[in-house]
C-alpha cells in the first residue's frame, strides 16, 4: 500500500479555512482532527 504525503498548509489557510472549528489543530503543517476521548468531552443532544 502505498500512502502520499500529507498536504503541507500556512496558518493563514488554516485560519481562513478551520479558524472556527476547535477540533482541528495544525500540527507542523499538517491538519490533525482531533477527537472526543474523554466523557466530559462527548456532547450528547437530547
Given at each position: ?5 500529507p ?7 488554516f485560519?481562513?479555512h478551520?479558524?472556527e472549528?476547535?477540533?482541528?489543530k495544525?500540527?507542523?503543517g ?5 477527537e472526543?476521548?474523554e ?8
Amino acid at each position: 500500500m502505498v500512502q502520499s504525503a500529507p498536504k503541507v498548509i500556512t496558518v493563514d489557510e488554516f485560519i481562513s479555512h478551520y479558524g472556527e472549528c476547535d477540533r482541528d489543530k495544525l500540527i507542523d503543517g499538517e491538519l490533525i482532527e482531533i477527537e472526543a476521548t474523554e466523557p466530559h468531552e462527548v456532547l450528547i443532544i437530547i
